[in-house]
């Protein structure tokens, strides 16, 4: 069957854009705009690894729905501030999924456990690294609105004018996680100029023969009628032991529950209920970009053979399928993170095809 997601999502292109700039701290210095002389297109950079400091910054951005302003927290992480004339850095987009918010999702500290900041990784590795708070999730501003996957593109497009802003770059690239894999494909379908490579993790389809979404379904009348649910600590917890016990180090959900909670014990629905009454929300033929589909050997979320059909249908002969082995759905936090890491950065770092 054809997917249609284009009717049911609505994304509009009037949707009005603002933003503003904080810091995370006094001491911190603004960016520079050293990066306006770079190209649209510096997505097609390879990145170098880079040695010294990380730097990072906070910013805003908003969006207007039915005649409200809603504000939205963006987040970055590269290493070294912005200079004038520095070589060209692709920027790199991290989309989080439904329960837990941007930095608790990328930018992870487990005390005496090693390394789990994404983004530290992939700055290191040289990319400039940004990622944001969705609507209703962590310092983004909480709405009577329910945070679905249309309203995840919404603020996507809201990001992309600070990014162009502050890096002089019109294209990144995209990694989404799980439902932030539903969104990043969204406005791949809706924004593709904006798009380099995706890498979509733990991602699903139609949601066909998923033990994880027949389980959620259970609820799908309540998300039908609340804006938010409970998630408490050992819902949170629950991620990364629901499909195969063993794969996560325990204390990473001790660690999320802990960075996550501060942000309150409630979340959107709107995320919940794409993925247990209206998926497909995406189309793999509309989605022009080069794509990798990464999940874990024991991931509930969808089958192999759902995920086969998302794969096949995409247009881009430049894409790759990979299942990494001993993970289960929370494939950046897990005990094999570092073959994710791999394989993530050997996508993203291939060299184009060559011209026609």
């Given at each position: ?28 210095a ?18 170098a690894?880079?040695?010294?400091a ?6 805003s ?17 590269r ?17 989080h999924?439904?329960?837990t ?6 930018d ?15 700055a ?16 983004s ?7 679905d996957?249309a ?8 990001a992309?004018?600070?990014i162009?802003?502050?890096?002089g770059?019109?294209?990144?690239h ?40 027949a ?62 009454a ?13 794509v990798?589909v ?26 790759q ?19 994710f ?7 993203l770092?291939?060299p ?5």
């Amino acid at each position: 069957m054809t997917a249609r997601p284009d009717a049911r999502l609505k994304l509009p292109r009037r949707t009005a854009v603002g933003a503003s700039v904080a810091g995370f701290a006094a001491t911190l210095a603004a960016p520079a705009k050293a990066a306006e002389a770079l190209p649209a297109k510096a997505a097609d950079a390879l990145p170098a690894k880079a040695a010294g400091a990380l730097w990072s910054h906070e910013y805003s951005t908003s969006k207007t729905r039915n005649g409200q302003k809603i504000s939205l927290a963006m987040y970055r992480k590269r290493v070294g501030a912005p200079r004038p004339g520095e070589p060209v850095r692709p920027v790199l987009f991290l989309v989080h999924g439904s329960s837990t918010s941007a930095l608790t999702s990328f930018d992870l500290v487990v005390p005496g456990r090693g390394e789990y900041s994404m983004m530290d990784v992939f700055a290191r590795n040289g990319f400039d690294v940004w990622t944001m708070d969705h609507e209703g999730y962590g310092k983004s501003q909480r709405t009577d609105g329910n945070s679905d996957i249309a309203s995840g593109v919404e603020d996507l497009r809201a990001a992309m004018p600070v990014i162009a802003r502050e890096t002089g770059q019109t294209r990144c690239h995209f990694m989404g996680e799980s439902s932030g894999a539903l969104r990043a494909g969204a406005f791949a379908m809706a924004e593709p100029d904006h798009v380099g490579r995706m890498v979509l993790t733990a991602l699903t389809y139609t949601g066909k023969g998923s033990p994880t979404l027949a389980k959620r379904a259970e609820q799908v009348e309540y998300y039908k009628t609340h804006n938010r649910r409970p998630r408490d600590r050992a819902m949170i917890e629950s991620i990364f032991t629901r499909d195969k016990p063993g794969t996560t180090d325990p204390a990473v959900g001790a660690a999320v529950a802990n960075m996550e909670l501060v942000h309150g014990d409630t979340v959107p629905t709107g995320t919940y209920l794409d993925m247990t009454a209206h998926l497909p929300v995406i189309d793999p033929a509309k989605i022009a970009a080069p794509v990798a589909v990464m999940r874990g050997e024991f991931d509930g979320i969808a089958t192999m053979d759902d995920l086969w059909d998302f794969y096949r249908q995409l247009p881009n002969g430049d894409r790759q399928f990979s299942v990494i082995a001993a993970a289960a759905h929370a494939l950046a936090t897990c005990r094999n993170r570092h073959a994710f890491w791999h394989a993530a950065q050997a996508f993203l770092t291939m060299p184009a095809p060559p011209s026609a």
